[in-house]
């Protein structure tokens, strides 16, 4: 399997057992759904975009490998941190609500981008030891 597709895969199950525990704690708890929805959004396009430049830097040189991926990241993290800004200090959010569902699906969503990362080396790893 085509390891982007293997990613987008994993990252929507993930999204739709994360949704499920969502929905679980909102029928129990009081939960800002659109505060979650924003987190969610802006962390799934974070851990998308950043592994869709891994894969465009992977086979290139290396300096423009620790360019693209390294310089995406501080770029991807200057964005995010001033969105988060924005849309707080808009009010467009419930902040506790909102911030507790970034760190969660941060956390979460980047040790899948890790995965995807690791995956793509082993499949690299096992292509030169195979052919």
Excluded: H
């Amino acid at each position: 399997m085509k390891p982007v597709f293997d990613f987008l895969l994993k990252l929507f199950i993930l999204s739709v057992i994360l949704w499920g525990v969502i929905y679980w704690g909102y029928t129990r708890f009081p939960i800002d759904l659109p505060s979650v929805f924003t987190a969610w959004t802006m962390v799934a396009l974070n851990a998308l975009i950043g592994y869709l430049l891994f894969e465009y830097a992977f086979d290139k040189e290396s300096r423009i490998f620790t360019l693209v991926v390294f310089g995406g990241v501080t770029l991807r993290l200057l964005a995010i941190m001033a969105i988060v800004l924005v849309v707080n200090l808009l009010g467009l959010v419930k902040s506790i609500d909102f911030v507790v569902s970034f760190i969660s699906f941060y956390c979460i969503y980047l040790i899948v981008e890790i995965l995807g990362y690791q995956k793509k080396n082993q499949l690299k790893k096992n292509a030169a030891r195979n052919g």
